[in-house]
């Protein structure tokens, strides 16, 4: 029964988690600019998601280590730390995303500009890590999250078409604005597959002491929970590109995409989406600030832990106030929530082999996980995905530069 | 566990105090050099500046400027064999954590700023 409830839980979690500020940003522009044809790109990554999700929980299961601690255990300190500071470098530029996802929101309901809010929001965010339990906490923002089922109803309420949705699972290339699609289609894998989603997951199944009897648990809490996920963020590609496109509006700010939920709900529409993206950012923003600051306590072995006071982990709780300040100071600039979003997703898929491929070493290396070791098959996947989309990020990034001025 | 591999096993890795608090990672290890026996284990170090100096002596010099500010006595902090009281994922070691050297950081930060906000305690 506990288990049961625990499976539930951790979909439940993972559909909050999962839809942040990046797959909204990347899949409301895939839409409007290009309808079903980016579909191909949220299969592709919600697939490896599911393979490394999985992965971390049996290898936190298996071996009792968090990933960021097996890391320098398995790498050492020297190869270990720098693309660990990357990864949370990148991790701070999408926690400013998701505070900007929240303002913006903000700025949609008040009319008063989102720079404004930044500082109002960080602290809100802050003093609930601070004040509150984070059980509470995750579970409440988890469940509305739920919210974002809208956009899975608003699909059929507009009537998506099977067969062409089928149809764009697999990739093409269309024959104009080639750069903008290649930027949107790794903006929305990185968006997809975020490191901080199975370095926390990790984190997770030590906190909760999952055993072996979690493993099958464990699999498909990975495979349902993310498969859900990925569900929500093609919906809402099929939202964007039957609600926008026809009407040819581009999605260059959260304005526009604000009224794509309007056909299937009339006035309502609009104050769905505001929630939709100030609840999801809100999770997510939640989720990240918690996991860099597990991922710097277990690099450098401090105390860590969800439950503990500020005063009994100074240094972690230290931790996620200083993240949380730099993305907010990151957010007061005034750079375009929007394109900030883009970018860190773009960002987040080149990064993403220094994660990902040391992981895999980590997998396949039976001191750690006896029996349990990867199957060439997951292997494979993770390989092809991961090395594709970074390479391809190192492609777009330039040319969506270039093309931007 | 028969073999112990020091590399694989002890350096990097997670150290816990006797009640199985997190004391930080094994951040160095000295060997001491004998004439006509091998070269023996003498002490194991949880010590930030010494990891960083893994990555270049000028990196190691800044780090320890930097820990300078919250590092009482008692440093670099060293622990021999008789002092470990499990070895498995973790290293357990028969210290106090809350008491120790390695905690400096956490009780500098405590004590300036984290205990000084409200709800901080």
New interface residues.
């Given amino acids: 029964m506990k288990k049961l409830l625990g499976i539930s839980l951790g979909i439940v979690t993972s559909i909050g988690g999962f839809l942040d500020v990046g797959s909204i940003a990347t899949s409301a522009q895939a839409g409007a600019a290009f309808g079903y044809a980016l579909l191909w790109a949220v299969f592709r990554g919600t697939l490896c998601v599911i393979f490394l999700v999985e992965m971390s929980g049996r290898f936190s299961i298996v071996s009792g280590h968090t990933i960021t601690d097996a890391m320098r255990k398995r790498f050492g300190f020297a190869a270990f730390i720098i693309p660990f500071a990357a990864t949370q470098l990148v991790n701070l530029l999408v926690l400013a995303s998701e505070i900007g996802g929240i303002c913006v929101a903000l700025q949609l309901l008040t009319g008063i500009g989102f720079q404004v809010w930044a500082i109002p929001v960080a602290g809100a965010l802050w003093l609930l890590l601070w004040v509150a339990t984070f059980d509470v906490v995750e579970e409440g923002t988890a469940l509305l999250g739920l919210v974002t089922l809208c956009f899975l109803v608003a699909a059929f309420v507009l009537g998506v078409q099977p067969k062409e949705l089928a149809a764009a699972l697999v990739p093409s290339l269309p024959t104009q604005e080639r750069a903008h699609y290649l930027y949107l289609a790794v903006s929305i894998i990185g968006a997809t597959i975020a490191p901080y989603l199975f370095l926390f997951y990790s984190s997770g199944a030590i906190e909760d002491h999952w055993d072996k009897s979690y493993i099958t648990a464990n699999r498909w809490i990975a495979t349902i929970g993310m498969s859900f996920g990925g569900l929500i963020s093609m919906a809402v590609i099929v939202v964007a590109a039957l609600a926008l496109k026809p009407a040819g509006i581009r999605v260059e700010d959260y304005e526009q995409a604000a009224l794509m939920l309007v056909p299937a709900f009339g006035g309502w529409g609009f104050y769905l989406f505001v929630a939709s993206l100030a609840i999801a950012c809100f999770g997510a923003a939640l989720e990240l600030s918690l996991a860099s600051a597990y991922s710097v306590s277990q690099a450098f072995g401090w105390n860590w832990g969800e439950n503990l006071r500020p005063r009994q982990a100074a240094r972690f709780s230290s931790a996620y106030t200083i993240f949380i300040a730099l993305a907010a100071l990151i957010v007061a600039t005034g750079l375009n929530p929007m394109k900030l979003t883009l970018f860190s997703m773009a960002i987040t898929a080149v990064i993403l082999p220094l994660t990902a491929m040391p992981f895999l070493v980590l997998m396949n290396d039976p001191h750690y996980m006896r029996e349990h070791v990867n199957s060439r098959f997951s292997n494979y996947v993770v390989i092809f995905i991961v090395l594709l989309s970074a390479l391809m990020a190192l492609v777009a990034i330039p040319l969506e530069i270039v093309a931007s001025k | 566990m028969s073999d112990i591999d020091l590399?694989?096993d002890i350096?990097?890795?997670?150290?816990l105090d006797r009640a199985k608090?997190?004391?930080?990672?094994v951040?160095g290890i000295g060997l001491e050099l004998r004439d006509g026996a091998p070269p023996r284990v003498a002490y194991l170090e949880?010590e930030?500046p010494t990891?960083?100096a893994?990555?270049g002596a000028r990196c190691g010099r800044w780090a320890a400027k930097l820990a300078s500010r919250w590092q009482r006595e008692g440093h670099p902090y060293r622990f021999g064999w008789s002092q470990v009281l499990d070895l498995?994922?973790d290293i357990e070691i028969d210290a106090d954590?809350e008491h120790s050297p390695p905690f400096d950081?956490?009780?500098w930060?405590?004590e300036r700023?984290?205990?000084r906000?409200p709800?901080?305690?």
């Fill in positions: 590399v694989r350096l990097d890795t997670q150290v608090r997190p004391l930080g990672k951040d949880i930030g990891a960083w893994r990555l498995d994922v954590a950081f956490e009780r930060l405590r700023f984290v205990g906000l709800g901080g305690r």
